[in-house]
């Protein structure tokens, strides 16, 4: 099953310092799944770490780059991704999705604590801003879920976590991941324990 292509409207700037359309096409980095049907992403941009070069137009995401699936710390990835109905999914989508997305370290972090409760459980050193476009969708953590549906918004602060499609049509959802330094779910329940000791003697 073919993914529609996404529009990408790069802007940028001449040399007189005047702004311009510098492409209008398709993505080129653009992800379908051989044994999923219907999933599958695209990255419109990518930045790397460190101050963004508004100057030069070297594409971070064209058709010659490299694109990892998570962020390095300091790294963003805008993706906008397409989550099939989970009935679709072969019996082993774990593995399918995860070697398909080089992520089994994620899976294996999102797993910990989420008691195999979906295929899709991961968790990745990042801040992720998720905005659904079409269709609906069930965020899962390990104590909890909300359905989401064209419009709303999920910040996803390095969490475990999983995407649910209960229906019976495509949702496409849009992710802008910022990469964060490494920090386990023990060592922020650690942190918080701690801060929540020192403010009780306090």
């Known amino acids: 099953m073919s993914r529609p292509p996404?529009?990408?409207v790069v802007t940028g700037h001449n040399d007189q310092g005047l702004a311009v359309i510098l492409s209008d096409a398709d993505a080129p980095?653009?992800?379908?799944?051989?044994?999923i049907p219907g999933f599958g992403a695209t990255v419109p941009w990518?930045?790397?770490?460190?101050?963004?070069?508004?100057v030069s137009d070297i594409d971070m995401a064209g058709a010659d780059t490299e694109i990892p699936s998570f962020p390095a710390p300091g790294e963003t990835i805008m993706r906008i991704a397409d989550f099939p109905p989970d009935s679709?999914?072969?019996?082993?989508?774990?593995?399918?999705?995860?070697?398909?997305?080089?992520?089994?370290?994620?899976?294996d972090a999102g797993?910990?604590?989420?008691?195999?409760?979906?295929?899709?459980?991961?968790?990745?050193?990042s801040l992720d801003y998720a905005v659904v476009l079409e269709g609906e969708i069930t965020l899962l953590?390990?104590?909890?879920?909300?359905?989401?549906?064209?419009?709303?918004?999920?910040i996803q602060r390095a969490t475990s976590h999983a995407w649910s499609n209960r229906t019976d049509r495509t949702a496409?959802?849009?992710?802008?991941?910022f990469g964060t330094?490494?920090?386990?779910?023990?060592?922020?329940?650690?942190?918080?324990?701690?801060?929540?000791?020192?403010?009780?003697?306090?």
């Open 141 to 154: 953590v390990d104590e909890g879920e909300a359905t989401m549906r064209a419009g709303d918004v999920a």
């Open 6 to 8: 996404v529009r990408r």
């Open 172 to 177: 496409r959802v849009l992710f802008v991941l």
């Open 111 to 125: 797993a910990e604590r989420s008691g195999g409760k979906h295929f899709w459980f991961h968790r990745t050193e």
């Open 46 to 54: 990518m930045t790397k770490a460190g101050i963004i070069d508004h």
């Open 181 to 202: 330094e490494p920090i386990s779910a023990s060592e922020i329940a650690s942190q918080r324990q701690a801060s929540s000791t020192s403010l009780g003697a306090s």
């Open 29 to 35: 980095h653009h992800f379908s799944s051989d044994t």
């Open 88 to 107: 679709v999914y072969p019996k082993d989508a774990n593995s399918a999705i995860f070697d398909e997305l080089d992520g089994h370290e994620e899976a």
